[in-house]
């Protein structure tokens, strides 16, 4: 199992540029997350979903879009990026009940 | 959710064990006490969980008060690589979306 892989692992944005953010589990599971981390900070939650076609907010959801197509992949959709959006994007995944949730490697991006 | 208490940073000798304390003093009956560490710039990883009892794996032991309202999470030999941002989180089985909330951790520092 390749568990949560992320692409890209770095970007750089030009202020009002757009991108996706992509995320893809082999593990089965009905719940995917994602979160940003600023320098310093404990993790914050983007969006989730707990199953294919069904997605909502978390703590922090301006500017960004998510759609859920398929069990597997879950990707993060940045419009008009502005520099608040510089940070670390984590995407995760859990299966149900109180199990474990699996992070992904991470992905950096720079808006400037 | 309960919200956690941790103390930002902590030190511990190379060798010895490290006790990493978590208040969670609103917990309620059904939630579970999770705890993740954060190496550096790296995804979270999941080290241990539990409701009541207390639990031990190959990473660690989780010792939950018998009122529930702290937990103590114990690395019996640090090693440097356990150098890391340490997250007690709860969590309720009535979490529809599995979520898991992030403070800010402790910072510990393993040294040789």
């Known amino acids: 199992n390749a568990g949560v892989t992320q692409t890209p692992k770095f970007r750089i944005l030009k202020i009002g540029q757009s991108m996706t953010l992509q995320c893809a589990q082999d593990?089965?599971?009905?719940?995917m997350y994602w979160y940003r981390q600023d320098p310093g900070m404990g993790l914050k939650l983007i969006y989730y979903?707990?199953?294919?076609?069904?997605?909502d907010k978390g703590e922090v959801p301006n500017g960004y879009n998510v759609s859920r197509s398929t069990t597997e992949d879950f990707p993060l959709r940045l419009e008009l990026a502005a520099p608040s959006q510089t940070s670390v994007y984590f995407c995760?995944?859990?299966?149900?009940?109180?199990?474990?949730?699996?992070f992904g490697p991470g992905t950096r991006l720079t808006v400037t | 959710d309960a919200k956690t208490t941790q103390p930002p940073s902590m030190d511990c000798a190379e060798g010895r064990a490290a006790n990493l304390p978590c208040n969670h003093s609103?917990?309620?009956?059904?939630?579970?006490v999770y705890w993740y560490r954060q190496i550096h710039s790296q995804g979270p990883q999941y080290i241990i969980h539990?409701?009541?009892n207390n639990e031990t794996n190959e990473m660690a032991s989780l010792i939950i008060t018998e009122d529930r309202k702290s937990s103590t999470l114990i690395l019996p030999h640090a090693t440097l690589r356990d150098t890391a941002v340490y997250y007690c989180?709860?969590?309720?089985?009535?979490?529809?979306?599995?979520?898991?909330?992030f403070g800010g951790g402790t910072r510990l520092m393993v040294k040789p």
């Open positions: 995760a995944s859990t299966g149900t009940g109180p199990g474990e949730q699996y």
């Open positions: 593990m089965n599971h009905n719940y």
């Open positions: 979903s707990v199953g294919a076609g069904i997605t």
């Open positions: 609103t917990i309620s009956g059904n939630e579970y």
């Open positions: 539990g409701l009541k």
């Open positions: 989180i709860v969590r309720g089985t009535y979490n529809a979306g599995n979520m898991l909330t």
